[in-house]
């Protein structure tokens, strides 16, 4: 009879099946998740938060209403086409190529309408074009 004590094995825990079930676990959360669409998303345009409003000396404001319609500088636009709002930015903007276009158009405005003013502004020239937007303040108080 042998009774002398034997070495102790230590016990190991094996990781490499653990990791195996992870990434199937994994793969599988990541098959099978359902991500937004684009057409789902929400959006509220133009709403921004901005510290102090610049003052430009020679801007021409471009105001774009929700069906389309061009007003410049309070004055309404004949056409809705790129060539009569050219000639509408040229006769406005009276610094010439220094003059800056502000773009004010409705939150329900199309994507093209605005386009087309900065297509226009692009042919008469005019380089220097910003958004004008509503407080988050203000659109909540509406």
Do not use: C, W
């Not at 676990?25 to 133009?46: A, N």
């Amino acid at each position: 009879m042998n009774f002398r004590p034997r070495a102790k094995e230590e016990p190991e825990i094996n990781l490499i099946p653990f990791i195996d079930v992870l990434l199937v676990v994994l793969i599988f959360l990541m098959l099978t998740t359902t991500y937004s669409k684009f057409t789902e998303m929400q959006l509220k345009l133009p709403v921004a938060d901005t510290e102090a409003q610049r003052d430009y000396p020679k801007e021409v404001v471009v105001a774009v209403s929700a069906d389309g319609r061009y007003m410049i500088n309070k004055q309404p636009v004949a056409g809705r086409t790129p060539d009569a709002i050219s000639a509408s930015l040229l006769e406005a903007a009276k610094a010439g190529k220094e003059s800056v276009v502000i773009i004010s158009a409705d939150a329900a405005a199309t994507h093209q309408s605005v386009i087309t003013v900065m297509e226009a502004a692009r042919r008469v020239g005019l380089t220097q074009i910003t958004f004008a937007t509503q407080s988050s303040a203000q659109a909540g108080a509406k």
